[in-house]
Structures are given as structure tokens and as C-alpha cells.
């Protein structure tokens, strides 16, 4: 299994602004994921994040929008950019183990925009 | 394209009742399908991987099943407790696509009554 600890838990932004989020993972991995869950909706992948390249986003998400960097093996980042009331979500960093692909979830960071 | 659908949305249970959560998918191909937990505004908790050559596995009260071919999955818990309340998710993995593209469902809020 993995540990993951995310920063911050929370926040509330004012529209127009970005937030950093950041994620920590307690061992080496290939591939961080970011993950985005609006209210009362499922989960939806946002971008997957590899070391030493850039990153790979989903349909309808774009780096402008969503600028990840991805420094080393356990550690990423997730801004949201220039954010509207749309944006308020649970964003969420997951890992997934090599040997059966069991996907570990770090605590997320609420995200309100006003 | 593959869609997750979970049934009930909720569901409220006297303590110490056996309960059945179930989740559908549309397409059989998938590497494998995990169950997770959520607790309110919190991140997700791993609680039962199955791979697709499997039938079920079990984790203390919980048992979760696999029927690959009906595209569906059960999660049965038993003797539940007021500590069992919370939003379970379903996820598929799909063979192909990016490694962390799981698609999720929706959930289903269980609230076990002391």
C-alpha cells in the first residue's frame, strides 16, 4: 500500500485566483494521478502525472487551466488555475500499485470558490 | 464507452443488519474493479480489490463479488455497524486507456442507525 498526504486539507479562494495543491507519496512512483470530484458527482482522472515529462491530461482538461509539475518520485503538484465557482471541488492524488493495480487515494483538499 | 452505475444512491440500515451494495458496468473488459469507501468530505479508502479472473474476495465483514460477463459486482457487509456509515464507490479499470483512468460510480450513502 501506499501513504499519501496531501496540502492543504481545505481552502476557500476568491474567483480569478490560483491555488497550489500538493501532494506527498511515501515511496518511489512512476505515476502520480490527479483526480477532480464535484459535488454529488462521481470521480473524473483530470491528468496523469509522469516524472521527467509532461503531463497527460484527459479530455476536456487542459494545462492552462491545470499546470502540474511532477519535481521527483513522491512528490507532484496540481494548480487551478484562474478559478471560478465551477472549480469548487474535491481534488484528489492517487497512486496505483505496479503489481495489481490497486489504486490508493490520498485524503483530498476541498477546494470553495466564491 | 463505459459507464459504472451504482443502485441504491442511499440507504439507511438498523445496526447489526447484512447489507448488499451493487454496482453495474456496461463493458466486460476490465483489468480488474475496486471498492472504495469515502467518509464525508474525505478522501477514498481502498477496502476490496477484485482482478478479473477472480470470483470474490473478502475482508472481514465485507465480502465483494465479480460476475465479469453480466457486467456486474456486489459488495455485502455484514452485521453492520453504526461505523459502517459513509458513501461506498465502485470503480472499474479498463484495459487500455491511461493507467489511472478508473471509472467511477456515483455511490451509494449508507447510514447505519444505532
Known amino acids: 500500500s501506499a501513504v499519501i498526504s496531501q496540502k492543504p486539507s481545505r481552502d476557500i479562494c476568491q474567483r480569478g485566483t490560483s491555488l497550489t495543491i500538493q501532494c506527498q507519496v511515501d515511496?518511489?512512483?512512476?505515476?502520480m494521478f490527479w483526480y477532480r470530484q464535484q459535488p454529488g458527482q462521481s470521480l473524473t482522472l483530470i491528468a496523469t502525472?509522469?516524472?521527467?515529462?509532461?503531463?497527460?491530461?484527459e479530455s476536456g482538461f487542459v494545462i492552462d487551466k491545470f499546470p502540474i509539475s511532477r519535481p521527483n518520485l513522491t512528490f507532484s503538484t496540481l494548480t487551478v488555475s484562474n478559478m471560478s465557482p465551477e472549480d469548487s471541488s474535491i481534488y484528489l492524488c492517487?497512486?496505483?500499485?505496479?503489481?495489481?493495480?490497486?489504486?490508493?487515494f490520498g485524503p483530498g483538499t476541498r477546494l470553495t470558490v466564491t | 464507452k463505459q459507464e459504472v452505475t451504482q443502485i441504491p444512491a442511499a440507504l439507511s440500515v438498523p445496526e447489526g443488519e447484512n447489507l448488499v451494495l451493487n454496482c453495474s458496468f456496461t463493458?466486460?473488459?476490465?483489468?480488474?474493479l475496486q471498492w472504495f469507501r469515502q467518509d464525508p468530505g474525505k478522501g477514498l479508502t481502498s477496502l476490496l480489490l477484485?482482478?478479473?479472473?477472480?470470483r470474490e474476495q473478502t475482508s472481514g465483514r465485507l465480502n465483494a463479488s465479480l460476475d465479469k460477463s453480466s457486467g456486474r459486482s456486489t459488495l455485502y457487509i455484514a452485521a453492520s455497524q453504526p461505523g459502517d456509515s459513509a458513501t461506498y464507490l465502485c470503480?472499474?479499470?479498463?484495459?487500455?486507456?491511461?493507467?489511472?483512468?478508473?471509472?467511477f460510480g456515483k455511490g451509494t450513502k449508507l447510514s447505519v442507525k444505532p
Open positions: 470503480a472499474v479499470r479498463p484495459y487500455g486507456g491511461s493507467q489511472g483512468n478508473l471509472i
Open positions: 492517487s497512486v496505483a500499485g505496479t503489481a495489481t493495480y490497486e489504486q490508493y
Open positions: 477484485i482482478q478479473s479472473s477472480q
Open positions: 502525472a509522469n516524472q521527467g515529462s509532461e503531463a497527460t491530461y
Open positions: 515511496s518511489q512512483v512512476t505515476m
Open positions: 463493458d466486460s473488459a476490465i483489468y480488474n
